[in-house]
Every structure is written in C-alpha cells, then in structure tokens.
C-alpha cells in the first residue's frame, strides 16, 4: 500500500531529449524528496523540498532540474541526459524533514534508461 | 565521512531465524531505520530505533547499540515472500537518511 504514486514507471530516452518524472503524495505531507538508485550502491539523496521550498541540492547536475508546484506535487526534469544517469529515480515524502523520527514513504520508482 | 555498512546478500532457509546486521558511522544520530525492498517495488518502512534496546513488531525485531554504531534485524519464521533487499538508513544531524547499499535475503525452500 503507498500513498506515493510516480509516472512514468519506465523510461527511455536518448541523451538529446527532454522528458520529466512526476510524484504525488496522497498522505498530507509536507516535504518530499528525490533520490537516485542504482544497482547495488545506496540510495543518493538529490533533492528535498519543504512546503514547496527547496532545503536541499546534494550536487546535484544541471541536467536535473526539480520543481515543486505544492506540496503534493513533485517534477523532475531531465534534458541532455547521460548513459550513467541510468538508474530508478525513487520519490518520498514525509511529514517534514526537520525533526527526528520521521518515517519516509516511498512511491515506486520510474525505472530511467538512456541511450 | 559517513558510512553504513551492511552484508551485500544473505541465505536463509523458510521457517528459519536471520539477522541482518547494520554498522554505521554518521555526522550525528537522530535514529535509525530499516526498509524492505522487493524487486522492482518500492522501500517500505520496517522499524525505527532511537534509543538502545530491542524493537520487536510480529516476525520481525530491530536491535540498536548507539554506543557501538550497531544495529540488526531479525526475522524470525522465515517465509517465501521475505526475499528482499532490506536496507539500513541512519537519520544525521541535519535530519538526512544515509543509506547502506542493502543487503539481498534469497530464502530457499
């Protein structure tokens, strides 16, 4: 059962396009987050946004770009990606992301290959 | 730097006893988490330690030794559906998850 849903669930794109992920939360939350899995790494923390504001940018390449229309919504743009951005793109949310104890909840992932 | 050490895979037998264990060394401890991961699925949340001791909720229990940047879970009566990656996350100072890479539980019959 996930209060997180993302679309698309799969992806490929060529280096060239420009596409974007989509993440809703359904759980009255108030940050939301978005992280970078690959195989048999630990999940990367990219992105964290509170009440619509952006708390945090881990290093994050240009070629991502988030965006936050309100805080049950959640975009990542991708443009000039590169093979190594291949990956599951995981989003959360949580109640906030600043204090202890706060259990994050997952959507299931889009699944992004590029060619 | 930050670091979450935990076994890359683990294989048990249905209707056994696993303990998955979880070091870490961390910027700060604002509590540790533990996910399950099935293939292709989402991390869902399996418990939550922030005070030293022994959590247990059903089949599964979360032990945590902030003295010693330790931790484990432990599933008891294996079953066929608990093949997954179970992940290990420990919450810092600035209240981020660091993540270790997960550790892959193939239960056999």
């Known amino acids: 059962e996930t209060g997180v849903t993302q679309t698309p669930r799969h992806l490929v794109m060529g280096m060239t396009n420009k596409k974007s992920l989509k993440c809703e939360q359904h759980?009255?939350?108030?940050?939301m987050y978005w992280y970078k899995q690959s195989a048999k790494k630990p999940l990367e923390l990219m992105f964290v946004?509170?009440?619509?504001?952006?708390?945090e940018n881990n290093s994050v390449p240009s070629r991502f770009s988030p965006e936050c229309p309100n805080s049950s919504h959640l975009f990542l743009h991708l443009h000039t990606l590169q093979p190594e951005d291949s990956a599951l793109y995981l989003c959360?949310?949580?109640?906030?992301?600043?204090?202890?104890?706060?259990?994050?909840?997952f959507g299931p992932g889009t699944r992004l290959l590029v060619l | 730097g930050q670091n979450i050490d935990q076994p890359t895979e683990m294989t048990a037998t249905e209707g056994a006893i696993v303990q998955i264990n979880c070091t870490y060394q961390?910027?700060?401890?604002?509590?540790l988490f533990w996910y399950q991961q099935h293939a292709g699925e989402a991390p869902t949340f399996l418990s939550y330690?922030?005070l030293d001791g022994l959590e247990e909720k059903g089949r599964f229990s979360s032990f945590l030794s902030r003295s010693k940047g330790y931790s484990y879970l432990l599933l008891k009566e294996l079953q066929m559906k608990d093949s997954a990656s179970y992940l290990c996350?420990?919450?810092?100072?600035?209240?981020?998850?660091?993540w270790g890479a997960g550790t892959k539980l193939i239960i056999k019959p």
């Open positions: 959360a949310s949580s109640q906030t992301s600043f204090t202890g104890g706060e259990t994050q909840y």
């Open positions: 996350a420990v919450m810092d100072s600035n209240y981020q998850l660091i």
């Open positions: 330690n922030v």
């Open positions: 946004y509170n009440f619509k504001e952006q708390t």
């Open positions: 759980l009255g939350h108030n940050a």
């Open positions: 961390t910027s700060g401890f604002n509590g």
